[in-house]
Nanobody, 126 residues
């Protein structure tokens, strides 16, 4: 059974940085498409970034391009999201997700992913 567990969330001032991690158990998900999503109160869940290391694929939402970096450590089976220059509007619950399918044009669709973590809260104060 695949389990994803996020960590690294917290409270930070605008302009600060956080690094989120997502640990996978039950599977070597280095060949999966892996993504980060977020959901702010009263808003729909939205895609933040995705990575497929098998094909050298990465993708980012326009709102985080140039500020966030997604990466994966195959040896540790860990997914990361480095978040720099954080803004108040980045405040949300952040979720990691994975699918056995490779990433593609559907990377930003939450239904594309079959495995989800429980989420980690990121709060950015202005």
């Amino acid at each position: 059974q695949v389990q994803l567990v996020e960590s690294g969330g917290g409270s930070v001032q605008a302009g600060g940085s956080l690094r989120l991690s997502c640990a996978a158990s039950g599977v070597d998900y280095s060949t999966y498409c892996k993504g980060w999503f977020r959901q702010a109160p009263g808003k729909e869940r939205e895609a933040v970034a995705a990575i497929y290391t098998g094909g050298g694929f990465t993708a980012y939402a326009d709102s985080v391009k140039g500020r966030f970096t997604i990466s994966h450590d195959n040896a540790k089976n860990l997914l990361y999201l480095q978040m720099n220059s954080l803004k108040h509007e980045d405040t949300a619950m952040y979720y990691c997700a994975a699918t056995r399918r490779g990433c593609g044009t559907a990377w930003y669709l939450d239904w594309y992913y079959g495995y989800w973590g429980q989420g980690t809260q990121v709060t950015v104060s202005s």
